[in-house]
């Protein structure tokens, strides 16, 4: 299983992004998705996960700011940035738990600098 992230970039105050995971193999339609993210000197945070069905949840620090889907089909996973914030500045990560042999799954990362 891989996974591959894809979409960061260096975005202004207030501009969105779109990030993307697209896992290889056949075990991704079974299991939820988690997106974390970390920035500089800060511990790896949880900031939205959507179960294998497609219901989503998110942090409070993206709340409102963001949308995560997936497509099956596609395996493919994406996370909608709005509104973005400096402190939004991160490496983002894709996760995929696989709920069959409990194995974290990871992606290399994204990298999303938000600056004017």
């Known amino acids: 299983v891989q996974l591959q992230a894809s979409g960061g970039g260096l975005v202004q105050p207030g501009g969105s992004l779109r990030l993307s995971c697209t896992i290889s193999g056949s075990i991704f339609s079974a299991n939820k998705i988690n997106w974390y993210r970390q920035a500089p000197g800060n511990q790896r945070e949880l900031v939205a996960v959507?179960?294998?069905?497609?219901?989503?949840n998110y942090a409070n620090t993206v709340q409102g700011r963001s949308i995560i889907s997936r497509d099956n089909a596609k395996n493919t996973c994406w996370l909608q940035m709005n509104s973005l914030k400096a402190e939004d500045t991160a490496v983002y990560y894709c996760?995929?738990?696989?709920?069959?042999?409990?194995?974290?799954?990871w992606g290399q990362g994204t990298r999303v600098t938000v600056s004017s």
């Open positions: 996760m995929l738990p696989d709920i069959l042999t409990k194995k974290n799954y």
């Open positions: 959507i179960t294998s069905d497609g219901t989503p």
